[in-house]
């Protein structure tokens, strides 16, 4: 049976049933989204749309960073054409400085007089991918010219909100409290704030995230999760405020584990309650990876190649991401058996493909990968699960803004590209402090052999919100070969005008390069509107963003 005919046999009976009562639905479509304006899923956080920037590889030292005397054209050491990028989608929020590094970070090393700060080992120094480094560069001894100044700099210039990550495992307490100050103790106040004002920051910076900790039952201290609940209890208990309405993260599981949820809110919770309204965040790390076809033990050089990969390695890529929906429900669920009234809210501040090494544009960049159009659709059906489940997810973070994994730029030297990441969040942004709409997608399996068996992955999928007359969807086309005939219904509205911009390329692997920038990037997608009807039709493998103006 041919896709269209399986349609005609399965998905169109299931419209019948689960579209009575909407506008007449062509017959000759492939797919069908409705969307129900009546029908609010909560507020979009903007901050769902935020990125994470670690010191690692090539992260802050050349990519962020290039120093106040490069040729590279920058603001304060901080190379411009970024922040100039961030502005245009609206970054609404970074996290700093890690990640693993977090935890063996100082802050205190990277604050005062630039030429006296101390130069010490980087946390990835033991990690085996950093042996390819020819150099020892800032990737392997930490130089600190980067700190708290230059990355609060760095947010002023992007427009974004900075969120800290405290050092859990080898700093005490007491550190994170004068952070705190730091940052934030108003002008004439402390110490620290004289300190911070010597630098030429008078003003507090008003940091409200907080992590405390990472990875907390790894890199960030091989806690048990009641030995972290302990710990977090201590760090977070009267930590000062000076009028900002802190937010701390705990340090969350490892993908999808529930044990390490259940055991450290039932310690948090119960033993005795704790009850500190500034604990607001549990934080989630999802990377993906095509490891999961049984073919390798070890998911870290087995892991599957950036840009060697076939349709099933794309196909299972994209299967494996979207169980980033499953492992929001289901921390959720165990989060609401303690915390009844729900206060904590998911924070998945680390998520994207994670392949092995071998693509990186230079050997200083640690976890660098190159960034296909594959990637822009994980990133989007990554983003799409957050807006369906807006009332979980109160941030995120993408895992990282430029020269590691998930990037949406890289740079060398003097050349920097967006890759076809940025272009997603570009999209997206509309999204940003919307209404989440429930939305229907009803569209048949893309079927592919696996291995000799027949996989399957979903036909289309996305979310929907709206601001004024606006409503905005999302949608990706995971097949690739396919372009999917679609209806849009609005139940609740009617269209008055719609357009579309579409992120699509004819080779799966097609990516951007400082040779050719523009490899792949958006356009626009002409639609039609007939009997109240929306009608497009999706390019394979895409991702399209449609902006519908209700009447
Ligand atoms: O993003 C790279 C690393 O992945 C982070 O430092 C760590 O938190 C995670 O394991």
């Known amino acids: 049976m041919d896709r269209r005919d399986f349609l005609k046999s399965s998905a169109m009976a299931g419209a019948m ?42 992260v802050i030292y050349g990519g962020i960073w290039v120093g106040e005397n490069s040729k590279i054209p920058n603001r304060y050491g901080i190379r411009a054409e970024l922040t100039d990028k961030l502005k245009q989608i609206h970054v609404p929020v970074i996290r700093w400085p890690g990640g693993c590094f ?89 110490t620290l704030a004289a300190r911070r ?19 907390s039952w790894g890199c960030g201290g091989n806690f048990t999760p009641e030995e972290y609940a302990s710990a977090f209890r201590r760090y977070t208990t009267w930590v000062p405020h000076y009028g900002v309405d802190l937010q701390f993260i705990g340090s969350g599981p490892n993908g999808g584990n529930l044990d390490w949820t259940h055991r450290f809110f039932d310690e948090i919770y119960s033993k005795p309650a704790y009850n500190n309204a500034s604990f607001t965040g549990w934080s989630v790390h999802f990377y993906s990876s095509v490891t999961t076809r049984n073919k390798a033990t070890d998911w870290k050089p087995e892991k ?69 159009i594959r990637d822009a659709l994980v990133t989007a059906l990554t983003l799409d699960t957050f807006n369906r489940n807006a009332e979980k997810v109160s941030m995120a973070t993408n895992a990282q803004l430029i020269n590691c994994l998930n990037a949406l730029f890289l740079a060398h030297e003097d050349h920097f590209v967006a890759t076809p990441n940025f272009y997603v969040f570009a999209m997206y942004a509309a999204h940003q402090g919307a209404q989440g709409l429930r939305a229907e997608f009803s569209a048949p399996d ?50 008055a005008k719609a357009s579309c911009t579409v992120l699509a390329a004819g080779d799966i692997h097609a990516h951007n390069t400082f040779d050719r920038p523009n490899a792949v990037k958006p356009v626009s997608l002409g639609v039609s509107i007939h009997g109240g009807l929306l009608t497009a039709s999706i390019p394979p493998g895409s991702v399209s963003k449609f902006e519908i103006i209700t009447g």
């Open 446 to 495: 893309v079927e592919f052999m696996r291995d000799g068996q027949p996989g399957h992955l979903w036909g289309l999928n996305g979310s929907a919100s709206r601001k004024g007359n606006v409503v905005t969807l999302t949608v990706v086309n995971p097949d690739v070969a396919n372009p999917t005939d679609t209806q849009i219904a609005l139940q609740g509205a009617s269209i």
């Open 17 to 58: 049933i689960s579209f009575s009562g909407t506008k007449a639905w062509a017959k000759s479509s492939d797919a069908r989204i409705e969307i129900f304006t009546q029908e609010p899923v909560g507020e979009i956080s903007p901050n769902i749309y935020g990125q994470f920037t670690e010191h690692i590889g090539g």
């Open 304 to 372: 599957g190649d950036a840009l060697q990969f076939d349709s099933v390695d794309w196909y299972e890529l994209l299967r494996e991401s979207s169980r980033i929906e499953q492992i929001i429900q289901d921390q959720w669920t165990v989060m609401g058996q303690y915390d009844v009234t729900h206060r904590v809210k998911l924070v998945v501040d680390e998520y994207g493909p994670w392949y092995r090494e071998g693509t990186e544009l230079d050997p200083t960049h640690i976890f660098g990968q190159q960034i296909t």
């Open 102 to 190: 977090a935890d063996s970070y100082d802050w205190m090393d990277g604050i005062g007089p630039v030429a006296s700060r101390p130069t010490r080992t980087n946390f990835w120094e033991v990690d085996p991918d950093a042996k390819r480094l020819h150099e020892k560069g800032p990737q392997i001894f930490e130089s600190n010219q980067f700190g708290t100044n230059e990355f609060m700099r760095f947010c002023k210039l992007s427009g974004a909100k900075p969120y800290l990550a405290a050092n859990v495992r080898s700093l005490p307490a007491l550190s994170f409290d004068r952070w705190v100050e730091y940052c934030n103790s108003p002008a004439g106040s402390t």
């Open 197 to 215: 004002a010597a630098a030429g920051f008078p003003a507090p910076f008003d940091v409200k995230y907080w992590g405390v900790g990472n990875e």
